[in-house]
T-cell receptor, first 114, second 111 residues
Framework: EPEVTQTPSHQVTQMGQEVILRCVPI?????FYWYRQILGQKVEFLVS????????KSEIFDDQFSVERPDGSNFTLKIRSTKLEDSAMYFC????????????FGDGTRLSIL | QKEVEQDPGPLSVPEGAIVSLNCTYS??????FMWYRQYSRKGPELLMY????GNKEDGRFTAQVDKSSKYISLFIRDSQPSDSATYLC???????????FGAGTRLFVKA
């Protein structure tokens, strides 16, 4: 069964550094998402991306965050200047086109900011 | 009031029991309702996906949506120790964009 893959599984970064989290969505999917889950808390929506542009973003997704689909297969989340509170699991999800299709999630990247 | 409320548990049941998991929500615009299962340090895995009100069954799992009460349920029949996980309810307005998750209910099924 096709799946969403995320790399790396664990990223350790010094506070203030830039980090890029990578995702390969399911190949024929058209909608892409990033979510965040702080340890012990609920999964929170960050951003959705469709047709090479952001379609919706949450208040969490401020100017330090950006997303990109640099080629036909990868979808990335960049955090420009990391803060301690950015430590969390980051999940990528993708969804097929057409109505009434669910989102499928990867296993996440655990981001630890020191 | 939170958009989606879900009792975090934990919920502990013996093997073979029927499990009932529930969420309430406040946004009447939600039309798509999902249940995901999440094992420790893994991503959410889609279990059930329903549109609008009604019931949907898939094997041992039944999802119910009551939009008039703003209440959704997931029933697990003949629960197994392998069902031990966190169960997340999730919902969205239009299916394509932002999905709002509940806090998740931790379920333990004892052999």
């Amino acid at each position: 069964e096709p799946e969403v893959t995320q790399t790396p599984s664990h990223q350790v970064t010094q506070m203030g550094q830039e980090v890029i989290l990578r995702c390969v969505p399911i190949s024929n999917h058209l909608y892409f998402y990033w979510y965040r889950q702080i340890l012990g808390q609920k999964v929170e929506f960050l951003v959705s991306f469709y047709n090479n542009e952001i379609s919706e973003k949450s208040e969490i997704f401020d100017d330090q965050f950006s997303v990109e689909r640099p080629d036909g297969s990868n979808f990335t989340l960049k955090i420009r200047s990391t803060k301690l509170e950015d430590s969390a699991m980051y999940f990528c999800a993708s969804r097929a086109g057409g109505g009434n299709q669910p989102q499928h999630f990867g296993d996440g990247t655990r981001l630890s900011i020191l | 009031q939170k958009e989606v409320e879900q009792d975090p548990g934990p919920l502990s049941v013996p093997e073979g029991a029927i499990v009932s998991l529930n969420c309430t929500y406040s946004n009447s615009a939600f039309q798509y309702f999902m249940w995901y299962r999440q094992y420790s340090r893994k991503g959410p895995e889609l279990l059930m996906y329903t549109y609008s009100s009604g019931n949907k069954e898939d094997g041992r799992f039944t999802a119910q949506v009551d939009k008039s009460s703003k209440y959704i349920s997931l029933f697990i029949r003949d629960s197994q120790p392998s069902d031990s996980a966190t169960y997340l309810c999730a919902m969205s307005v239009d299916g394509g964009f932002k999905t709002i998750f509940g806090a998740g209910t931790r379920l333990f099924v004892k052999a």
